[in-house]
């Protein structure tokens, strides 16, 4: 089953900050976190492997609750280049299978 | 990083033929790749699993008779798509995991456009 990602979609204004949620009903390895816009491939933020760690660069940050099976996307002061679909994807082993959640679509406007 | 490559990026084609998409690890060898299919607005769906050497597992409801996976090498899959028609439009992303077997490299998409 598709991992369900909250808000579906979300506008802000440069400088804001946002949080995206990521929630499985699976026991969870890993979370994996993308950005993708339109057309192109989805890249590479982070992974959150189980251990309930919180990873960060710069202003993009994540948490895994692996007993909870949640994980979460932090955006401060976001910047136009934000903006595209973040997609959770999860992993219940290792070897990188991974189930993408719903997405959540956000636009970073001035 | 490490790098994926996929070709073509986009194809149109006529109802009824065939089309094939490669997908290239250009700087490290990938034992597994996986392929992913995305319709418009909507999330990344995995089709099935490519092993080199074997053959590819694929996920409930995808049709192997249709979807033809050839994993010939440590550094390239190729997807098939047979006897295309107007539903099978969508984008097609291959992606192979990491050394570490964590992380994935996506290909830069093949957007599918079956007239």
């Known amino acids: 089953q598709q991992p369900v990602q909250s808000p579906q979609a979300v506008i802000l204004r440069e400088g804001e900050d946002a949080v995206i949620n990521c929630s499985s009903s699976k026991a969870l390895y890993s979370v994996h976190w993308y950005r993708q816009k339109h057309g192109e491939a989805p890249v590479f933020l982070m992974i959150l492997l189980k251990g309930g760690e919180q990873k960060g660069h710069d202003k993009i940050s994540a948490s895994f609750n692996e007993k909870k099976q949640q994980s979460s996307l932090y955006l401060t002061a976001s910047q136009l280049s934000y903006s595209g679909t973040y997609f959770c994807g999860t992993a219940t082993g290792t070897a990188s299978k991974l189930t993408f959640g719903t997405g959540t679509r956000l636009q970073v406007t001035l | 990083g490490a790098v994926v490559s996929q070709h073509p990026s986009w194809v149109i084609c006529k109802s009824g033929t065939s089309v094939k998409i490669e997908c290239r690890s250009l700087?490290?060898?990938?034992?597994?790749m996986f392929w992913y299919r995305q319709f418009p607005k909507q999330s990344l769906m995995l089709m099935a699993t490519s092993n080199e050497g074997s053959k590819a597992t694929y996920e409930q409801g995808v049709e192997k008779d249709k979807f033809l996976i050839n994993h010939a090498s440590l550094t390239l899959s190729t997807l098939t798509v047979t006897s295309a028609h107007p539903e099978d439009s969508s984008f097609y992303i291959c992606s192979a995991p990491d050394r570490a077997n964590e992380k994935l490299f996506f290909g830069s998409g093949t957007q599918l456009s079956v007239l």
């Open positions: 700087d490290f060898q990938a034992t597994t």
